[in-house]
Structure formats: structure tokens, C-alpha cells
């Protein structure tokens, strides 16, 4: 069944930055959207990006836009996030998502539009 393994975590000072990655794997299917997740301690999981099948279309949460990048790799089933000028505020659990639904006018931007889901990589960012 349809796995979802996230990478590139770890411990980075303010202003630094870190690219996480996220390999899916047993797919049997395609037109899937890719996003990613984050839940700090004590708060509710939140949308940080998503983005299309082809790559042609992303969206981001207010927080990191003109920060954050999300890209797909040269494989469809690999997604990246490319974070610049972290923040101690980006500290969180990042988890990576897929939505077997194409993309199709709204953005998915919810948790329940999801339907797998990453184990959570832990990205810490110091002051």
C-alpha cells in the first residue's frame, strides 16, 4: 500500500536553510497532489504547500510565501520543500501528504483532502 517517507530534518540556527524530501512509494495511480504539513507543540497541524502532478500549479500558507518552495522531482512520486530564512516560529513536526484527487480549481489546502500520510520529520530552528 501507498507509502509515504519523508527526509531532511534536523537542528538549523535562524535565518539558515533545509530542504526536506518525501519519496512515495506503491502507486498505482497518477494526477496525484503532493503537500506537506507541520504541527508545532500544543497547536493543530497546518498546511504549510502543495503542489500539482505536473508541478504547474503550488500554493503556500501566508507564513511562508517568498520562504518556502515546493517542487516534484524528476520522478512524480518525489516532492521537495525548499525552506529559506528559517524562523524559530518554522520549528515543527513537517509531515508530507498526497491527495489521490487532481487538482482542480480549489486549492487543497485541508487535512481531510488528503488521503496518505508521512511519518513527520522533525525540523527545530534556533534563535
Known amino acids: 500500500h501507498v507509502q509515504l517517507e519523508e527526509s531532511g530534518g534536523g537542528l538549523v540556527q535562524a535565518g539558515a536553510s533545509m530542504r526536506l524530501a518525501c519519496f512515495a512509494s506503491?502507486?498505482?495511480?497518477?494526477?496525484?497532489?503532493m503537500g506537506w504539513f507541520r504541527q508545532a507543540p500544543g497547536k493543530e497541524r497546518e498546511f504549510v504547500a502543495a503542489?500539482?502532478?505536473?508541478?504547474?500549479?503550488?500554493a503556500y500558507t501566508n507564513s511562508v510565501k517568498g520562504r518556502f518552495t515546493i517542487s516534484r522531482g524528476g520522478a512524480t512520486n518525489t516532492a521537495y520543500l525548499q525552506m529559506n530564512s528559517l524562523k524559530p516560529e518554522d520549528s515543527a513536526v513537517y509531515y508530507c501528504a498526497l491527495d489521490r484527487k487532481v487538482w482542480d480549481i480549489v486549492s487543497p489546502t485541508t487535512e481531510n483532502e488528503y488521503d496518505y500520510w508521512g511519518q513527520g520529520t522533525q525540523v527545530t530552528v534556533s534563535s
Open positions: 503542489i500539482s502532478y505536473s508541478g504547474g500549479r503550488t
Open positions: 506503491a502507486l498505482s495511480f497518477s494526477g496525484f497532489t
